[in-house]
């Protein structure tokens, strides 16, 4: 049970600053501007089950993908630790984030759970690396229990940033949303640089230099 619990809290810790649910605050409220307070809670809904299943899906099928094409998990961890240093550069400028939410077209958008919110400023290919990696390093039915488990908690936290959106513009500001964005922007960047290495180091093991 200790292993489940700390499983899914690592799972939904290192899920939470690339996913940034808070970050998608400010996004989601730029393309729902012209919703009703029942769309909106029901497009936040929508984006947090698609975002879920999104992950989940490539968390469960995470080992089969890396055996049908031949990939270490080395490997996966610099291809990884690479796309999350792009995810945590974009975090720390805002610029791809601020060009999304002014874009007039996004704005009049009918439905935007899936595009461009869930996929891929939520579960995007940082995201999806990581859980990948995540799956293949210890593939235990308890770490996969442990692991959805987590990814559940992401989507109910995902759903209430959302929901309560609102509240959290008002208390933080878009400035003050904005520097937290680019906090977990460095943290991002720590997490790729700690995937980077140990894919290094595993291949240097693979590859009996180390």
Same mark, same amino acid.
């Given at each position: 049970m200790y292993q489940l619990v700390s499983?899914?809290? *690592?799972?939904?810790?290192?899920?939470?600053?690339?996913?940034?649910?808070?970050?998608?605050v400010p996004i989601f409220y730029s393309l729902t501007?012209?919703? #009703?307070?029942?769309?909106?809670? !029901?497009?936040?809904k929508k984006v947090a089950l698609n975002a879920s299943w999104i992950i989940a899906f490539f968390f469960l099928t995470g080992q089969? +993908?890396?055996?049908?094409? *031949? +990939? #270490?998990?080395? $490997?996966?961890?610099?291809?990884?630790?690479? @796309? +999350?240093? !792009?995810?945590?550069?974009?975090?720390a400028e805002t610029h791809q984030y601020q060009t999304v939410t002014n874009s007039p077209e996004a704005v009049q958008q009918q439905d935007i759970a899936l595009i461009p919110m869930a996929v891929p400023l939520i579960s995007g290919?940082?995201?999806?690396?990581? $859980?990948? /990696?995540?799956?293949?390093?210890?593939?235990?039915? #308890?770490?996969?229990? /442990? *692991?959805? @488990? /987590?990814?559940t908690m992401l989507g109910i936290t995902l759903y209430l940033c959302l929901a309560?959106?609102?509240?959290? $513009?008002? +208390?933080?500001?878009?400035?003050?949303? !904005?520097?937290?964005?680019?906090?977990? /922007?460095?943290?991002?960047?720590?997490?790729?640089?700690?995937?980077l290495t140990d894919g290094i180091f595993a291949v240097l093991q693979e590859s009996g230099l180390s």
């Amino acid at each position: 049970m200790y292993q489940l619990v700390s499983y899914a809290l *690592g799972t939904f810790i290192a899920l939470f600053p690339i996913t940034n649910p808070v970050g998608a605050v400010p996004i989601f409220y730029s393309l729902t501007a012209n919703a #009703s307070k029942h769309q909106r809670l !029901r497009q936040a809904k929508k984006v947090a089950l698609n975002a879920s299943w999104i992950i989940a899906f490539f968390f469960l099928t995470g080992q089969a +993908i890396l055996d049908f094409w *031949g +990939i #270490s998990l080395g $490997v996966l961890q610099i291809a990884g630790g690479l @796309l +999350i240093a !792009r995810t945590a550069w974009t975090f720390a400028e805002t610029h791809q984030y601020q060009t999304v939410t002014n874009s007039p077209e996004a704005v009049q958008q009918q439905d935007i759970a899936l595009i461009p919110m869930a996929v891929p400023l939520i579960s995007g290919p940082g995201a999806i690396g990581l $859980v990948i /990696g995540l799956a293949a390093e210890e593939p235990q039915w #308890s770490n996969y229990i /442990g *692991g959805l @488990l /987590g990814i559940t908690m992401l989507g109910i936290t995902l759903y209430l940033c959302l929901a309560w959106g609102e509240l959290l $513009v008002k +208390i933080f500001g878009k400035s003050g949303i !904005r520097i937290m964005t680019q906090v977990l /922007g460095f943290f991002i960047l720590a997490i790729s640089i700690q995937l980077l290495t140990d894919g290094i180091f595993a291949v240097l093991q693979e590859s009996g230099l180390s």
